[in-house]
Structure formats: structure tokens, C-alpha cells
């Protein structure tokens, strides 16, 4: 039986963004992993967010503040009251991760454009552009931050006990321990390995060759039935530094409904660099 | 054209054709079965360098001939180095401009080549996580500068382009069909966008459908620029598997010890891609015990200096007074 997603109002289509391109409560985000492919071109209207500078406090190492995320929102010309689409490269990984942080600052309808920028960019009858959108600025009034969707230390180790769906999307070999990030990575760690207990479902897992994310179905069988993630579990989704595990948790909460899902931004990077916090490896 | 007394109205007359063809050198002290003689084909004794010479030509010349390219609208592509260094110089010379997005993994040598070429260059931090289907970070690039500025940009996109394949069907083919005189029993090439493989192969096996075509990639999460394992081929639209006979898997860092091997042992100054065909080489013509092979040594070490330092222990030490 063909089941659909649990809240498919979340996910949008290149063929959706196309019609309504111009919309005036339709708000385009373009987040990338490399942040110079917004400037060499995107979709018509759509802002552009550096990860790196717009989406971390510089000076701690936290998500940006409640005041930060208005004065970014505000500028970007996005009010409370609008439908945000975000979308990005390397299938919509810092665009999940921009997702995540529009729910923290309790953004009612933000959504995720399937596919990510290279579906667009693949098909004949979509445009790119390179000109930059001139917003007016608007006053924007967050609410939260809405912490039940963001893991922190304490919790994690609640979690590594047992009794929680805890779930690594790193490559197989960051999980092992063979290698501590992908090579080139800056953003590292002192021990390689996993939190214990966790499980490895690698985010790719998810996505179809297109880019877009496997049915309703295909997930349900491979995380739940072959995986073994419970929904009646609580659940936190980890990777190296938040953004893949931000897409895996888009997949586990809006798609499959595990309500309870929860992204542990802090990741590798933060764990693995812990005084005395069990590791597990191989 | 006299390619006897190898003088030329411009450097595009050096191109290498059927009667121009690159050289084939017999390798002697490195060949462990006397019964299999080996010829390497030097694609570095290309003018611009390496095998790309072939590919980019023929890609040009068709942009130039559809009225894709003028003095206004250059060309952008992606590449590890050799193709946009070719085309760099090939447009540059015909007076286009030229845009190459690499990855960043691409030694420094291929980056100041490709600048020195006259290219603008993009870098990208590529292959962050393995992702199959994840299509490939530069060739995204790329195809955007394309897309977002038609007017400035034609994109030749070696990945699809079939006059990559076109390129190899009507030189690298009759040219080794004829430096053999019709004698080659193997080829061994390697696999990056697939363009020399397929058209070599098509051309080899209607000549002689025996020809056994024996393709040689590096193992997984591999540094040899220009090369790609299995797993990374779906990028590639010109990869036909009917036209190849066997696929061999070889640890990557072979490829730079066999690649100091043919520097030391038989004067070939081949780089780390021919060192990597040489190893699948030796597997097979120790198996196959009988024949006559051909392997294609895509470009020389020049350009690799950084790579085999970082790869080959013990290089570095005494380069410093």
C-alpha cells in the first residue's frame, strides 16, 4: 500500500517553486554547503545565506541568537507571516540545516524545495540568475528559540545509554572510526568513532538518484523495518558538525513523523572532543 | 602538412592525427613477460600535454563550427586539470575565453598551469561525504555558470560531450591500429570521463572484435587527479560497459610508485595515472601470458611534483639546503 508522507506540506517541487516564481508571500533561500554557487547563480528572487557567516555566532560556537536570526530574516525582506523556501546544494544539506533553524526561531511555514539547487539547475526549463534581490527590510519577531528540536551534551548521553534512536548519518568510515571527517575537512576531532548505541544509516540513504528523497515507502523500509529506528522511540540524528544530520532529521520527523526527533548540531565536533565521554568503535 | 620536417603554420597543426600520430614507446627494463611485449602511447608528447589535446579539439572545433563561441562568449568547464589546460590554451589562442572550475583536491601545479593558460579558475571543495548519485560538485558549478550567464558562457561538458568519444574513434583508434599494424591483442586504459576508452575501444574492436580492452581505476576515496573509481561513474554519460572486457581495481597509492618506477627504469617521466595503468598492466599480461599491449599514458609527472612528495616517502628529504 502506498503510504505518503507524514507531513508532506514540508517539501515543494521545482514545478511548484517555478509557478510561483514572484509570489509576493513566497520567499526563496538559497543556503550552500559552497557558498560561492549562489553567486554564480541562482533562482530568480531567491536571498542567499553563508552558513559560515550568517547561520553561526562568530564569536561562540553556537546557532546565531534570536537577534541575529530577525535582523537576518527582517533584512532578507521575510516576514512571520510568509512561505519560505529553502533549498541548496549537496541535495539540500545547509538548506535542511536553515530549515531546522527557521523552526528553532519558531517560523510557521518553511519549507524544502525537493531536489535541492541541482535538480533546477538539471532541468531545460528552469532559469538561473545572478543578480542579486534588493529587499525592502521588515521588522521580524521570532519566537523561542524552540529547543525540542535541537539535542544538547546532556541529552546525547541520555541518549547513548540505550533506549533511543540515536542515528549516525556520517559515512561508514567516519562511524568505524577509520578516518575522524572526510578528508579536507578543517572542522575535526580528536578521537574517531561513534556515540554508543548509535546506528549508521549515512544521510544518502534517504535520497533517490535524482536528488530528491525516496518515497514514503522506500524510507519506511529501510529506516524502520531495516534499520530498526523505532517511532516510538525518541530520536537524535548526528554527523560531524549538524547539516547532514539536519537532512536526516527532516527525513525522520516531517516525512516519516517520528515527532520526537531532535538534531545534535554540536555532532562529531563536539563529542568526539569530549574529556571522558565513552566511544564506541568498529 | 610535412610532418617530417615538423614545421608548422600554428601550434594546432601539431594536434596529433593518424599521420601525426603521438609516439609509442616499447617498455623494456619494467616488462616481466618477454612473451607480451608492451608499447606505452606518451599522450604528454601531445602539444598542450596530455591525452585532453584530442578530446578538446574536437569539442572546440564543433562549438566554433555551431556559432556557439565568439569573442564575447567563452567557454566554462569543469575539469581536474588537463582538459581545461588544453582548452585554456587552445581558446585562448583562438581568442575566446576560457572558465575552469577544478576541485580542490587538483595538485597546485594543474591550478597555476591552467591560470598560467590563460583561464580563470574556480575552486571547490568537492567530495565532502560519498553520496552516490550526488552529482559531482564542479560539474555543478559549471553547468550554473552556464546556465545563469548563457551569454557569456558555452559549456563543452566533457562528461557528455560525445565528441569526446568522436575524438578517440577517429585518432587515438586508427593510430594505434596502425603504429601496430592491426598486431594489438590488449589496451589498457584508465577511466575519467570514459571519452578515450569508448572511442578507442569502438574503433580497436571493429577492427578486430579480439581486442581485449582492459580498464584500470583506483580504489576508492583515491588521490590521482583525472581519474575516477567505479563508483564515482555516473557522472560520466559516455562509460558503455559493452566496450570493455575487464575493469581492474588497483590501490591508488601504486599509481605513484609505479609512476617513480617508469622514471627510474625506462626514462618514461609518466605521472601517476600511466603509473596506475602500468600496475593493471602487469596483472593482466602475467595472466593473459601471451599478446601484444598497448597502454595509453595519459600525461607526464611535471605537473604531479606535489603529489608524488606527498606520496612518496623519503622524496622530500635533502630538497633543502
Same mark, same amino acid.
Given at each position: ?79 512571520? &507571516? ?28 518553511? *519549507?524544502?524545495?525537493? #531536489?535541492? *539547487? ?20 521588515? /521588522? ?16 546525547? $548521553?541520555?541518549?547513548?545509554?540505550? #533506549? ?6 556520517? &559515512? ?17 576531532? /580528536? ?8 546506528? &549508521? ?48 532529521? $527532516? ?20 563529542? #568526539? ?10 | 602538412?610535412?610532418?617530417? +620536417? ?72 569543469? =575539469? ?24 580542490? @583536491? ?37 553547468? =550554473?555558470?552556464? @546556465? ?13 560531450? %560525445? ?7 577517429? =585518432? ?39 581486442? +581485449? ?35 581492474? %581495481? ?15 627504469? %625506462? ?55
Amino acid at each position: 500500500m502506498m503510504t505518503s508522507y507524514a507531513h508532506p506540506e514540508v517539501l515543494v517541487s521545482t514545478d511548484w517553486v517555478k509557478e510561483n516564481l514572484g509570489t509576493p508571500n513566497i520567499k526563496l533561500v538559497e543556503i550552500d554547503v559552497d557558498t560561492k554557487a549562489y553567486e554564480a547563480g541562482h533562482i530568480p528572487g531567491a536571498v542567499g545565506f553563508n552558513w559560515q557567516t550568517q547561520l553561526q555566532d562568530q564569536v561562540r560556537r553556537d546557532i546565531i541568537s534570536k537577534e541575529a536570526f530577525e535582523k537576518l530574516v527582517g533584512d532578507a525582506g521575510i516576514s512571520p &507571516s510568509d512561505t519560505v523556501i529553502v533549498y541548496g546544494d549537496n541535495n539540500n544539506w545547509f538548506a535542511a540545516y536553515g530549515f531546522w533553524l527557521f523552526k528553532i526561531y519558531g517560523h510557521k511555514d518553511v *519549507r524544502l524545495m525537493n #531536489g535541492g *539547487r541541482v535538480k533546477w539547475l538539471n532541468e531545460s526549463d528552469k532559469q538561473l540568475v545572478t543578480d542579486v534581490p534588493q529587499p525592502t527590510p521588515v /521588522q521580524y519577531k521570532a519566537t523561542g528559540p524552540h529547543l525540542e528540536f535541537r539535542a544538547m551534551v546532556p541529552l546525547v $548521553f541520555e541518549a547513548s545509554k540505550g #533506549g533511543w534512536n540515536l542515528v549516525d548519518v556520517r &559515512s561508514p568510515d567516519e562511524f568505524t572510526g577509520k578516518v575522524i571527517a572526510p578528508p579536507g575537512m578543517s572542522e575535526t576531532a /580528536q578521537r574517531g568513532g561513534h556515540i554508543p548505541n548509535a546506528k &549508521s544509516i549515512p544521510w544518502s540513504t534517504a535520497v533517490a538518484p535524482d536528488g530528491t528523497f525516496k518515497s514514503a515507502n522506500e524510507l519506511r523500509s529501510i529506516y524502520i523495518d531495516q534499520k530498526g529506528v523505532d517511532p516510538n522511540k525518541q530520536t537524535i540524528a548526528y554527523c560531524r558538525i549538524g547539516e547532514r544530520s539536519s537532512h536526516t532529521w $527532516f527525513v525522520l520527523k516531517y516525512l516519516l513523523g517520528l515527532e520526537n526527533a531532535r538534531n545534535y548540531d554540536g555532532s562529531w565536533t563536539e563529542y #568526539g572532543n569530549l574529556v571522558a565521554a565513552p566511544i564506541e568503535k568498529a | 602538412m610535412d610532418h617530417t +620536417k615538423r614545421v608548422y603554420n600554428d601550434i594546432f597543426e601539431m594536434l596529433p592525427t593518424e599521420e601525426n600520430p603521438s609516439p609509442m614507446v616499447r617498455i623494456n627494463r619494467l616488462n616481466p613477460n618477454p612473451d607480451f611485449p608492451l608499447f606505452a602511447k606518451l599522450e604528454w608528447m601531445n602539444p598542450f600535454g596530455s591525452v585532453k589535446d584530442r578530446a578538446a579539439w574536437t569539442m572546440l572545433r564543433d562549438l566554433e563550427k555551431r556559432g556557439e563561441i565568439n569573442e564575447k562568449r567563452g567557454i566554462v568547464e569543469p =575539469t581536474s586539470g588537463n582538459t581545461g589546460i588544453s582548452l585554456a590554451a587552445m581558446a585562448r589562442a583562438r581568442g575566446y575565453h576560457m572558465r575552469a572550475v577544478v576541485p580542490n @583536491k587538483v595538485p597546485l601545479e594543474k591550478k597555476l598551469l591552467l591560470k598560467i593558460a590563460g583561464a580563470d579558475l574556480d575552486v571547490i571543495s568537492d567530495e565532502l561525504c560519498p553520496a552516490p548519485g550526488l552529482g559531482d560538485g564542479s560539474i555543478n558549478l559549471a553547468k =550554473t555558470h552556464a @546556465k545563469a550567464q548563457a551569454h557569456r558562457y558555452a559549456m563543452p561538458n566533457q562528461y557528455e560531450n %560525445e565528441h569526446n568519444v568522436q575524438a578517440h574513434l577517429q =585518432t587515438t583508434g586508427p593510430e594505434i591500429w596502425r603504429q601496430t599494424d592491426g598486431r594489438i591483442t590488449h589496451l589498457f586504459v584508465s577511466l575519467g570521463t570514459c571519452g578515450t576508452v569508448s572511442g578507442t575501444s569502438k574503433f580497436l574492436k571493429s577492427k578486430n572484435p579480439e581486442i +581485449k580492452v582492459i580498464a584500470v581505476q583506483p580504489t576508492e576515496g583515491h588521490d590521482v587527479p583525472g581519474l575516477r573509481n567505479v563508483s564515482q561513474l555516473g557522472v560520466s554519460k559516455l562509460f558503455d560497459s559493452s566496450l570493455v572486457d575487464d575493469i581492474l %581495481e588497483i590501490e591508488f597509492r601504486l599509481a605513484y610508485a609505479r609512476a617513480l618506477d617508469l622514471c627510474q627504469n %625506462e626514462g618514461l617521466l609518466a605521472g601517476p595515472s600511466s603509473g596506475l595503468i602500468f600496475e593493471g598492466t602487469r596483472e593482466i599480461i602475467m595472466r593473459d601470458k601471451k599478446g601484444l599491449g598497448v597502454m595509453i599514458f595519459p600525461d607526464n609527472i611535471f605537473k604531479y611534483t606535489s603529489n608524488m612528495a606527498k606520496h612518496i616517502a623519503g622524496l622530500m628529504s635533502g630538497t633543502q639546503a
